[in-house]
């Protein structure tokens, strides 16, 4: 699984078109403020114990930087080895309910064109990813080298 | 050298505070409308050869979506395998110069933390990713996806 944490003024998304992977959905979009917005991939070999494990760097993120609230958003483009969609789904449903237990949380509709306005903040810890494995965490290189910038 | 394309209403950028890594950059940031945004991760073992055909699929993509103008954006995010920064930033500036035969050309400063905020337009190919190697262009899966959706 890969994740893409932005800790967000807002985001405004609106459905545009299904794709062939979509799941049901009845909404026009929504909009969140003062978020972290989590962008996801899951991808194949993902499991309920990966799931657990990126709800745990989510859960952490949000309390570094105070916010309330997760926006979990299905994003293909940050793997080229992407789990089926029924379990893309699973997992996301999953992470949802397990982050509703400490944060107020959102989840954009997965398989659908969408539109989007995002405005990340700009601090230190307002973009981080992950890559999480079915062992460990592997932090990116790009937080490896901000931690060392910071040291 | 992965990138993430997005076809954008705009894009609006400020610079909070230098990484270690940072490019000198005197400007307080930019806004550019009706763009093509395009989020680079330059890899390990990227080549200027590498840079053109990067190049060729960001004039394709442009050229497909009608979009006049191309903002590249540095983005250490899309890749857990980076080059360092002075061969990013000497093919970003490859890049930047070959396209601006073409196009309307704005690069943010590398390694500089950011605030930004991006509307994606939201149709079909307004959101496309390509990883480019040495030999040839891997279409992620998600646009293999779109493709057969489309088939
Ligand atoms: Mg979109």
Do not use: I, Q, T, Y
């Given at each position: 699984m890969k994740i893409l944490l932005l800790h967000s003024d807002y985001i405004e998304y609106e459905v545009k078109k299904k794709t062939r992977l979509a799941e049901p959905f009845e909404g026009k979009g929504e909009r969140v403020d003062e978020a972290l917005v989590v962008f996801i991939s899951v991808e194949k070999g993902d499991t309920e114990d990966t799931a657990l494990k990126a709800v745990e760097e989510i859960s952490e993120v949000a309390k570094k930087v105070n916010a309330e609230k997760v926006v979990l958003y299905p994003y293909?483009?940050?793997?080229?080895?992407l789990a089926d969609p029924e379990t893309a789904v699973k997992l996301l449903k999953f992470m949802e309910e397990k982050l509703s237990s400490s944060f107020e949380v959102h989840r954009s509709p997965f398989g659908w064109y969408k539109a989007f306005k995002i405005s990340c903040?700009?601090?230190?810890?307002s973009e981080l990813s992950r890559e999480i494995k079915g062992e460990d965490i592997e932090v990116t290189q790009a937080l490896r080298d901000e931690e060392k910038a910071k040291s």
């Open positions: 293909a483009h940050l793997s080229s080895n903040k700009g601090h230190p810890l």
